[in-house]
Structure formats: structure tokens, C-alpha cells
């Protein structure tokens, strides 16, 4: 089982739609989880902190469920500009090991 | 303002040739810095991380090795490359601070081995 998981995708929505992501993890003691942003042939950004009681950032919301291992990404009033990858992070076992999510694609159509 | 670079930003190699990757952070001291793959398709894998001159740790047992020799300095390095070796190199740095989960990263390096 890969430690962080999350649907491929794409996710192919229309603009001002509202979508969202989820994401599993195997580790149950990780403590610490994020959301990244990678536009196409582009490096990896910070996209978000993922905080036990749920954070908001704009149009993004940020959830956390222990008890079930996964973490949520909401997009809300979806732009073009929001068509990225985005990837599920994770910090392991040591406090200098993030594991990435193999990303899920978004497409946001006009 | 910290920076950081990584060279060249695209490479095509024969299989069995060397490598050398090199990332530089500038405005900054002892950071932890990463070496990242990511496969077409596929999610970030670490390869390398570093918290210091000299200190190297591996993640994955592979043909890659990578070296710190400088303080701001992180070169992923391989003797005989291998198809499988294809990728989009990314070194990162940690900002300075642990627990964050902020990395950053540079533009990345595209490796295509034929």
C-alpha cells in the first residue's frame, strides 16, 4: 500500500464549479499534512497547511480526518488559473521526510 | 532573499554515460536540502536529504549517489545511467526552518535517457 494516495484523475469542471480532492494516508502517528500545487513541467509550491480543525485559505478549504486517514482539498468558485496538479504531502516517520501524493490532475474549462 | 538554482534545466543522455546535477541555495546557512524524482505520471520520490557538509542520507538504493561538499551545495551524481533513470529532478530546500512542511524548490532538471 503506497504511504500517500490519491485519485489521478483529471477532474474536468466547468468555471464557479466546486470541486474536491481526497486523500489517504497508511501512517497512522503522521502529524503533520499539506497541499502542494504543481503547475504542468513546473517545480512543486505550497499550497496550503492542513490543521486538525480545518483551515481556510480563500477559496480553498483544508480538512483532516484522523480517524479515517484523509485529508481534503476543496476548491470553491473554480478559476482557469485553478488547472494544476495537486499533491497530497505528508511528513514521515523523521521530521525532514515529506511524502508526496502522486498528484490530482485538475482541468477547469471556460 | 534566499534563492535557490539547480543546473542544467534539461539533459539527454546515452544509457551508461555519467551524471551530474548541481543545486546551489543562496542567502542562507546550513539548510537541510532534497534531491527529488518524479516519474512521468507519478508522485515526488526523495532520493537524497542532507543536513549538513559531508552528511548524506539515501532513501532509495539505486545507481545515484549525491554529495555535499559545500554548505549551500547538493549534487546528485551517477557513474552509468539507466533507462529507468528518467525524470524530472527537483533539489529543494527546507527555508531554514523543520516541521514546517514548507520546501522549496528549484526549476528542476528534465532528464530523457535513450
Known amino acids: 500500500r503506497k504511504e500517500v494516495e490519491q485519485d489521478p484523475g483529471p477532474f474536468n469542471v466547468p468555471e464557479g464549479a466546486t470541486v474536491a480532492f481526497n486523500c489517504t494516508y497508511s501512517?497512522?502517528?503522521?502529524?503533520?499534512f499539506f497541499w502542494y500545487r504543481q503547475d504542468c513541467r513546473k517545480e512543486p509550491k505550497l499550497l496550503m497547511s492542513?490543521?486538525?480543525s480545518g483551515n481556510e485559505d480563500g477559496r480553498f478549504t483544508a480538512q483532516l480526518n484522523r480517524a479515517s486517514q484523509y485529508i481534503s482539498l476543496l476548491i470553491r468558485d473554480s478559476k482557469l488559473s485553478d488547472s494544476a496538479t495537486y499533491l497530497c504531502?505528508?511528513?514521515?516517520?523523521?521530521?525532514?521526510?515529506?511524502?508526496f501524493g502522486s498528484g490530482t490532475r485538475l482541468l477547469v474549462r471556460p | 532573499s534566499q534563492t535557490i538554482h539547480q543546473w542544467p534545466a534539461t539533459l539527454v543522455q546515452p544509457v551508461g554515460s555519467p551524471l551530474s546535477l548541481e543545486c546551489t541555495v543562496e542567502g542562507t546557512s546550513n539548510p537541510n536540502l532534497y534531491w527529488y524524482r518524479q516519474a512521468a505520471g507519478r508522485g515526488l520520490q526523495l532520493l537524497f536529504y542532507s543536513v549538513g557538509i559531508g552528511q548524506i542520507s539515501s532513501e532509495v538504493p539505486q545507481n545515484l549517489s549525491a554529495s555535499r561538499p559545500q554548505d549551500r551545495q547538493f549534487i546528485l551524481s551517477s557513474k552509468k545511467l539507466l533507462l529507468s533513470d528518467s525524470g524530472f529532478y527537483l533539489c529543494?530546500?527546507?527555508?531554514?526552518?523543520?516541521?514546517?512542511?514548507?520546501?522549496?524548490f528549484g526549476e528542476g532538471s528534465r532528464l530523457t535517457v535513450l
Open positions: 529543494a530546500w527546507n527555508g531554514g526552518r523543520v516541521d514546517t512542511g514548507e520546501l522549496f
Open positions: 504531502v505528508v511528513l514521515g516517520d523523521s521530521s525532514y521526510k515529506l511524502i
Open positions: 492542513v490543521y486538525s
Open positions: 501512517n497512522s502517528a503522521s502529524q503533520s
